[in-house]
């Protein structure tokens, strides 16, 4: 039987890689320039997803005084250029980089829309051998609008050619998104809900990725 979608798009930080390390060490780094103490990567797991300047602020917000808006650009500017330069890649979650291929490998495109500005999101698929696997890529600035948005989801299937689509992630924003534009989707509760996973409202809720491909094959029936 054809698999039943023929894209997917998926998020990438809670989703595919466990990027809050790496953000921990980079977010510290800018805090500490700016005469800010460290946080523990459990406060900053609790403020991934909205982007790299909602990040920012959340942490000087968590450590002192907040930035406003003309203080967060040099901030934002230190951290993203860190992030940038920062040579180790985020740890791809199991099972994640054999999924894709199989996925691929029966025919489906593949896409990624997250929050993270793109030339890092790409910066890290390539440094994790993924760049070959997605046929489209939107980060949190690539479109005037980002997710919750649905606009952001539906660019990257509309690249991808169209046809029946999922998303993959591991918050409300993708799910969200998702709702917007009227896809099933797949939450994974590794990730970085903030809030407990069973209340996002996906359709599904996997623990493991390799389980996906399963998931999917029973919603799209
Ligand atoms: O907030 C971010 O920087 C990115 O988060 P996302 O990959 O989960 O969309
Ligand atoms: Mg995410």
């Known amino acids: 039987m054809p698999f039943p979608f023929s894209c997917i798009v998926f998020d990438l930080d809670g989703t595919l890689i ?26 900053v797991r ?9 990040l920012v ?16 650009q040099p901030v934002l500017r230190h951290y993203l250029d860190s992030y940038f ?27 990624l829309c997250t929050n993270k ?3 890092i999101s790409r910066k890290l698929l390539g440094m994790l051998d ?19 948005d649905g606009r952001h989801l539906s660019w990257v299937v509309e690249q991808l050619g169209g046809g029946r689509a999922a998303m993959v992630g591991d ?6 998104a998702a709702r917007a534009v009227g896809i099933p989707v797949v939450a994974m509760s590794y990730g970085y ?24 094959r029973a919603l799209g029936g």
């Open 193 to 216: 809900p903030r809030m407990p996973v069973a209340e996002l409202g996906a359709d599904v809720v996997l623990d493991h990725f390799a389980d996906l491909p399963g998931a999917l």
């Open 130 to 148: 993924l760049t070959d696997l997605f046929g489209a890529v939107a980060g949190g600035d690539t479109l005037p609008v980002k997710k919750p």
């Open 46 to 54: 609790t403020m991934v997803g909205d982007g790299s300047a909602n």
């Open 117 to 119: 500005p793109e030339r």
């Open 85 to 111: 330069d920062h040579e180790e890649p985020s740890q791809l979650y199991p099972g994640v980089a054999a999924t894709l291929r199989a996925l691929a490998e029966e025919g489906v495109r593949l896409g």
């Open 18 to 43: 466990d990027s809050a390390p790496d953000m921990t060490r980079v977010l510290n780094r800018t805090l500490g320039e700016f005469g800010r103490p460290a946080l523990t990567e459990a406060q």
């Open 171 to 176: 918050n409300g924003n993708d799910v969200k």
């Open 57 to 72: 602020r959340q942490a000087f917000a968590a450590t002192g005084a907040p930035l406003d808006d003309e203080t967060v």
